[in-house]
């Protein structure tokens, strides 16, 4: 399981997911299911104190020096500002463990991952406040390659800007620490294509690429490199004179790079290139990030007009339900009864997250430069949205809750495996929602489990359901809710992904829950066939035995065997290429190449091959009546050969295309 672990965080790079949501809606309900009446209760109200600077200190200085120990996290910078004020600022820990260098808010840079796509978002709308960009525009109107239409529709950037564009999950082009890697967007953007899976504006699916074409849409319309453009329009008008998206970086801003860890306790890792720059690669200290902030509270600042920083802000894209949705280029999250707009980021070592409420004048900032052990950076940013919020933003509110027999009910809907919108699914990295399964489970006493993302909270999740298939957790206040359709659950999402990601249940064909064990199994079964191959023949020498078959039947028998190990190797190599990448996400961008090609081409010969050779040797032992052991084995082995062509098949273990 901690492999799968390290899978799926490397799949979520530059993207990060966010925390919880509490927005009063009510899902459609279902004629099949009953619906109880619902008790209300009240979660009483905390005491507010002050934000002030004094008390906010001593409140992160109890909270982040211990959060930060325990995670094993080298170094954070928090910044919160309310209004055009920065209320505090301050580093805690290390920018570079070896040489006990603390981190300097104003002086220490942090990578902030996929918050710098708020800047992109940002860079997008000064371009329709010109007029130069439209938001609902074909976006070829503004590009020298096609992106080919959908069923016939075009992707428009407000379908970008919230995360509905439908491109699949891509990774080729995506993280590495080769300084070779860096492209221009002009030829990385036609390269990196990916394919479109969804209509536009159907389905939440996150993009990295699609935050990168919109960059090179802000180039095209400009007339300068996106870089070019982001230093003279967004840092300049904001006086961030400590930012910036280059890679590598500039000479002058390179001394005060934070070194990143995967824990605090190892050696640091090499700098990181985000290769679609515009969705993840800007380097900035807390304060800039601080600056950053005060201009969209205060509409807009230097770089927004305030008309246009409300239809960024203000705007609410379809969702799921209740749950948390897309403004333009922000994350919806509600928290006590109060909206905030909000962006996470993650590459492989750097975890932040943006929260800005615009109701009350007040925006948050944390980078840390270490993931931590098991994922503790998740937690900590989780613990302290909450904390902040119920610190000095809380609230009462009344919550219901569905009586327990309908809620039971409810919940046995919706166990079961399913399919995140935002994976791959037109090549072999489909694999990875194999292996990575996202289950959902019910306890003896009718409780929902979602163990697959508990690491996105601090504390043990624990679902109570509110409303008819809208579930709340007692801790944090998110929610999880589906979308039920003549009884039956359609979709699934909760707060902390909704934005960006839903669920659907795995097709029959390709549910893990058989799925994944049949391939097992198939495994031991090929296996103990190429095993026995060696081991039988060192038996017969060994008492001068001889083999019953002969003629075709050992031809088959043998040719059989051969395409079993040539199988076993194919999926060794799998294995291998995952290990390798799970490690290093940045091993799939090129120096991986060789196996990936070689796999593609090895794994649907010797699985098809195995099949046809093993029915071969089961039609043989057949019509020659040979014994029932030796038949029995050859349809077991029939059987497995069935199960891995159709791994091969339904998970794309094979073809050309380099973009993945």
Same mark, same amino acid.
């Given at each position: 399981? $901690?492999?799968? =672990?390290?899978? %799926?965080?490397?799949?979520?790079?530059?993207?990060?997911?966010?925390?919880?949501?509490?927005?009063?809606?009510?899902?459609?309900?279902?004629?099949?299911?009953?619906?109880?009446?619902? #008790?209300?209760?009240?979660?009483?109200?905390?005491?507010?104190?002050?934000?002030? /600077?004094?008390?906010?200190?001593?409140?992160?200085?109890?909270?982040?020096?211990?959060?930060?120990?325990?995670?094993?996290?080298?170094?954070?910078?928090?910044?919160?500002?309310?209004?055009?004020?920065?209320?505090?600022?301050?580093?805690?820990?290390?920018?570079?463990?070896?040489?006990?260098?603390?981190?300097?808010?104003?002086?220490?840079?942090?990578?902030?991952?996929?918050?710098?796509?708020?800047?992109?978002?940002?860079?997008?709308?000064?371009?329709?406040?010109?007029?130069?960009?439209?938001?609902?525009?074909?976006?070829?109107?503004?590009?020298?390659?096609?992106?080919? /239409?959908?069923?016939?529709? /075009?992707?428009?950037?407000?379908?970008?800007?919230?995360?509905?564009?439908?491109?699949?999950?891509s990774i080729r082009y995506l993280i590495t620490d080769d300084p070779d890697a860096v492209m221009s967007l002009g030829e990385l953007m036609p390269l990196a294509l990916p394919e479109r899976v969804f209509a536009p504006g159907s389905t939440p699916a996150y993009s990295n690429y699609a935050t990168a074409l919109a960059g090179h849409i802000v180039e095209r319309v400009s007339g300068m490199t996106f870089d070019d453009y982001i230093d003279r329009r967004v840092f300049t008008p904001l006086n961030m004179t400590r930012s910036t998206f280059r890679q590598p970086l500039p000479e002058a801003l390179e001394p005060l790079m934070s070194e990143g860890y995967s824990v605090a306790t190892e050696e640091a890792k090499p700098f990181e290139i985000v290769v679609p720059g515009p969705a993840g690669s800007l380097a900035s200290t807390g304060a800039d990030m601080g600056k950053f902030m005060m201009a969209h509270l205060n509409e807009g600042g230097a770089v927004l007009s305030p008309e246009t920083a409300r239809l960024m802000h203000?705007?609410?894209?379809?969702?799921?339900?209740?749950?948390?949705? %897309?403004?333009?280029?922000?994350?919806?999250?509600?928290?006590?009864?109060?909206?905030?707009?909000? =962006?996470?980021?993650?590459?492989?070592?750097?975890?932040?997250?943006?929260?800005?409420?615009?109701?009350?004048?007040?925006?948050?900032?944390?980078?840390?430069?270490?993931?931590?052990?098991?994922?503790?950076?998740?937690?900590? $940013?989780?613990?302290?949205?909450?904390?902040?919020?119920?610190?000095?933003?809380?609230?009462?509110?009344?919550?219901?809750?569905?009586?327990?027999?309908?809620?039971?009910?409810?919940?046995?809907?919706?166990?079961?495996?399913?399919?995140?919108?935002?994976?791959?699914?037109?090549?072999? %990295?489909?694999?990875?929602?194999?292996?990575?399964?996202?289950?959902?489970?019910?306890?003896?006493?009718?409780?929902?489990?979602?163990?697959?993302?508990?690491?996105?909270?601090?504390?043990?999740?624990?679902?109570?359901?509110?409303?008819?298939?809208?579930?709340?957790?007692?801790? *944090?206040?998110?929610?999880?809710?589906?979308?039920?359709?003549?009884?039956?659950?359609?979709?699934?999402?909760?707060?902390?992904?909704?934005?960006?990601?839903?669920?659907?249940?795995?097709?029959?064909?390709?549910?893990?829950? +058989?799925? %994944?064990?049949?391939?097992?199994?198939?495994?031991?079964?090929?296996?103990?066939?190429?095993?026995?191959?060696? #081991?039988?023949?060192?038996?017969?020498?060994?008492?001068?035995?001889?083999?019953?078959?002969?003629?075709?039947?050992?031809?088959?028998?043998?040719?059989? $065997?051969?395409?079993?190990?040539?199988?076993?190797?194919?999926?060794?190599?799998?294995?291998?290429?995952?290990?390798?990448?799970?490690?290093?996400?940045?091993?799939?961008?090129?120096?991986?190449?060789?196996?990936?090609?070689?796999?593609?081409?090895?794994?649907?010969?010797?699985?098809?091959?195995?099949?046809?050779?093993?029915?071969?040797?089961?039609?043989?032992? +057949? *019509?020659?009546?040979?014994?029932?052991?030796?038949?029995?084995?050859?349809?077991?082995?029939?059987?497995?050969?069935?199960?891995?062509?159709?791994?091969?098949?339904?998970?794309?273990?094979?073809?050309?295309?380099?973009?993945?």
């Amino acid at each position: 399981m $901690r492999l799968v =672990h390290k899978i %799926m965080l490397g799949l979520a790079a530059l993207a990060t997911l966010p925390l919880a949501a509490q927005a009063p809606a009510l899902l459609d309900r279902t004629p099949e299911v009953p619906v109880a009446p619902m #008790v209300e209760t009240t979660i009483p109200e905390s005491d507010t104190a002050d934000l002030d /600077p004094a008390d906010l200190e001593a409140w992160l200085d109890g909270f982040l020096p211990y959060a930060l120990a325990r995670g094993q996290i080298a170094g954070a910078v928090v910044v919160v500002v309310r209004g055009d004020e920065v209320v505090l600022q301050k580093g805690y820990g290390y920018s570079d463990v070896a040489a006990r260098e603390p981190v300097d808010p104003e002086a220490t840079l942090f990578r902030p991952g996929s918050v710098s796509k708020l800047l992109t978002w940002t860079a997008v709308m000064q371009q329709v406040e010109a007029g130069k960009l439209d938001l609902d525009a074909d976006v070829n109107r503004y590009l020298d390659f096609e992106i080919p /239409p959908f069923r016939g529709e /075009p992707v428009t950037l407000r379908d970008i800007m919230t995360h509905t564009a439908g491109f699949e999950e891509s990774i080729r082009y995506l993280i590495t620490d080769d300084p070779d890697a860096v492209m221009s967007l002009g030829e990385l953007m036609p390269l990196a294509l990916p394919e479109r899976v969804f209509a536009p504006g159907s389905t939440p699916a996150y993009s990295n690429y699609a935050t990168a074409l919109a960059g090179h849409i802000v180039e095209r319309v400009s007339g300068m490199t996106f870089d070019d453009y982001i230093d003279r329009r967004v840092f300049t008008p904001l006086n961030m004179t400590r930012s910036t998206f280059r890679q590598p970086l500039p000479e002058a801003l390179e001394p005060l790079m934070s070194e990143g860890y995967s824990v605090a306790t190892e050696e640091a890792k090499p700098f990181e290139i985000v290769v679609p720059g515009p969705a993840g690669s800007l380097a900035s200290t807390g304060a800039d990030m601080g600056k950053f902030m005060m201009a969209h509270l205060n509409e807009g600042g230097a770089v927004l007009s305030p008309e246009t920083a409300r239809l960024m802000h203000d705007y609410d894209a379809p969702g799921l339900g209740p749950l948390n949705t %897309m403004a333009l280029g922000f994350y919806e999250q509600w928290v006590n009864g109060r909206r905030a707009i909000a =962006h996470g980021g993650d590459t492989q070592w750097f975890h932040s997250y943006l929260w800005l409420f615009p109701e009350d004048d007040i925006g948050v900032y944390i980078s840390m430069n270490s993931n931590g052990v098991a994922g503790a950076s998740g937690a900590i $940013r989780s613990a302290l949205f909450h904390g902040f919020a119920d610190r000095y933003l809380p609230a009462e509110e009344p919550q219901t809750r569905v009586d327990d027999e309908t809620a039971r009910a409810h919940a046995n809907l919706l166990a079961g495996n399913y399919v995140s919108s935002r994976g791959s699914f037109t090549n072999f %990295m489909r694999v990875l929602g194999l292996l990575g399964s996202l289950e959902i489970t019910v306890g003896p006493e009718g409780k929902l489990a979602f163990p697959a993302l508990d690491g996105l909270t601090a504390g043990a999740r624990d679902w109570v359901e509110v409303e008819p298939f809208v579930w709340r957790d007692t801790a *944090t206040g998110e929610r999880l809710a589906a979308e039920v359709v003549d009884g039956q659950v359609v979709r699934v999402s909760l707060d902390a992904v909704s934005p960006f990601m839903v669920l659907e249940p795995a097709p029959a064909a390709y549910n893990p829950a +058989w799925l %994944m064990p049949a391939l097992l199994a198939s495994l031991a079964l090929v296996l103990l066939a190429a095993i026995a191959w060696p #081991v039988r023949a060192l038996v017969r020498r060994r008492f001068g035995a001889t083999f019953v078959l002969d003629g075709k039947a050992l031809t088959a028998w043998r040719v059989s $065997r051969g395409f079993a190990w040539l199988t076993l190797l194919a999926f060794a190599g799998w294995i291998a290429l995952v290990l390798s990448f799970s490690s290093d996400l940045g091993s799939v961008g090129g120096p991986l190449d060789w196996l990936i090609n070689l796999l593609r081409v090895l794994t649907p010969v010797a699985t098809f091959g195995l099949l046809i050779a093993s029915i071969w040797h089961l039609w043989l032992s +057949w *019509t020659q009546r040979r014994a029932w052991t030796m038949r029995i084995a050859a349809i077991l082995l029939v059987l497995a050969a069935a199960v891995l062509v159709w791994v091969t098949l339904g998970y794309n273990l094979y073809g050309f295309s380099m973009v993945y």
